[in-house]
């Protein structure tokens, strides 16, 4: 599968969780002070495989990036992903919410 495979706004069944090693670079988000103090890597893996991998309505809103990744934003909760057909490569929840994630649309062209 290439980026072309996903879909911008439908549903990307086929992306896979992320990577033991992207799961490394992202214990940051786990810790105190972040994201999400206190959630175990599993958990963060399931979460952001869940989001990255759900189809645009209702709460969440999403694009397709120039670089083929796709972006998925919940406006309630404020999680923001970007997966690629390889796999989820970071979630997380931008200080500045769906303002961040307007603003990555118009420089990312979705």
């Known amino acids: 599968m290439d980026t072309n495979d996903l879909s911008a706004i439908g549903a990307n069944p ?3 969780d992320m990577t033991p090693m992207s799961q490394a670079r992202h214990t940051k988000h786990l810790q105190a002070g972040k994201s999400y103090p206190g959630m175990s890597m599993e958990e963060y893996v399931r979460k952001s495989g869940e989001l990255a991998r759900s189809e645009v309505g209702g709460d969440v809103d999403g ?3 120039s670089d083929g990744g796709i972006i ?3 406006r309630i909760t ?3 992903v970007k997966a690629y057909t390889t796999g989820v490569a970071s979630m997380y929840k931008p200080k500045r919410g769906i303002d961040y994630f307007n603003d990555t649309r118009i420089e990312d062209g979705g």
Request: charged share 25%.
């Open 14 to 16: 086929s992306i896979p």
């Open 63 to 65: 694009y397709k990036a």
């Open 72 to 74: 998925r934003y919940n």
């Open 78 to 80: 404020g999680d923001w």
